[in-house]
């Protein structure tokens, strides 16, 4: 089971094993482009080794990420549309389907590859993108409301940012997945010591 959390207006955090706080901000410029940052706070606890060792730290890991090549703060981008974002077709015969080595660089090739604005009217969702469909109906309902005067979803709120993550797990039997990522998950309890 995998939950990312999105927070209105422009924030997504990733799941990740055992759970995730780090964020990534994408921030409207303009009506065609946007900012994307990713915000990782310090390494969290996961003194169970929940999902054994972290896939990019694993020698002869076919991916790399940016974290790995710098020491914290700004790292910069080294696979750009200038360079083709690196991509090798040793690496695409060997295992890595994009030729791209670096992980996050793979995301961003596709998003800044589809040009300014897709068109979207032809578009058949189906039943396993229903997260999809209710995530459109909210934006779309938000910036007709905002339009109209009304307070956007979650501004406002009594709400501790600190207690939204995302979450990764392979469940048990009769396992609530509700508790992934909560206060209530003893993974998260025994993490941050609330135990």
Known sequence: MRITAYVLPYSTIVASIPFSTGQGLFIPIDDENCWRYILMPRTRRNPRNLGGENLFAVPGAPFTVPAQRGAGGIIPREYTADNDYQISREAQRYGIFSGVSDFVSQDLMVT???????????????????????????????????????EPPAVGADLDFRSIRGAEKILEPDEDWRLLGTDDDPVVQEALGFE
């Open 112 to 150: 800044e590859s589809m040009g300014p604005i897709y068109d979207r009217t032809q578009e058949q969702l189906g039943s396993t993108d229903k997260a999809i469909s209710r995530m459109r109906h909210i934006l779309i309902s938000a910036a007709k409301g905002l339009a109209a005067g009304k």
